[in-house]
């Protein structure tokens, strides 16, 4: 068995159950922790679903790579896409104090990506978006 999973999505909403089954199945081959697939699973989920709803504005079919790998030290997963630029890390803070009612819309997805990820970065190449993201696991 390959520790690496490489998925080719289309920018689809439907395409996030796919991932979600692939995710899955990646985690139990490999006997992830359950928090760790958890965590997976939610990053995964939100940083391809923001792709599919926000880089593409020209109504045409898209491939969106992901590339899943798991280690010894953790996993990681690289989301490669071309629609607009956009550097997540970039992104301003949600504010967290303000109330329901003072908060704008969107952020606090990726606020939760930076926060559960041990290294997250971004790179614009060749017209291609990639965000690499990692966890390292516990401490046995």
């Excluded at 998925?7 to 899955?24: A, K, M």
């Excluded at 030290?73 to 970039?90: Q, T, Y």
Aim: avoid cysteine; charge should be negative; proline fraction near 4%.
């Amino acid at each position: 068995m390959s520790d690496v999973l490489t998925l080719r999505l289309v920018n689809r909403l439907s395409e996030i159950n796919r991932l979600s089954t692939e995710i899955d199945r990646f985690a139990a081959d490999r006997d992830l922790h359950a928090e760790a697939h958890f965590q997976l699973q939610l990053v995964l989920d939100e940083l391809v679903s923001n792709v599919i709803k926000y880089a593409y504005a020209d109504g045409a079919e898209h491939e969106i790579l992901v590339r899943l790998e798991a280690d010894h030290g953790g996993w990681s997963a690289e989301i490669r896409d071309d629609g607009k630029a956009f550097d997540p890390l970039k992104a301003p803070a949600p504010k967290l104090n303000a109330s329901i009612h003072e908060r704008p819309v969107g952020g606090l997805g990726i606020h939760i990506v930076l926060s559960m990820m041990d290294s997250v970065t971004y790179r614009r190449e060749n017209g291609l978006n990639i965000i690499t993201v990692r966890k390292n696991a516990a401490p046995a």
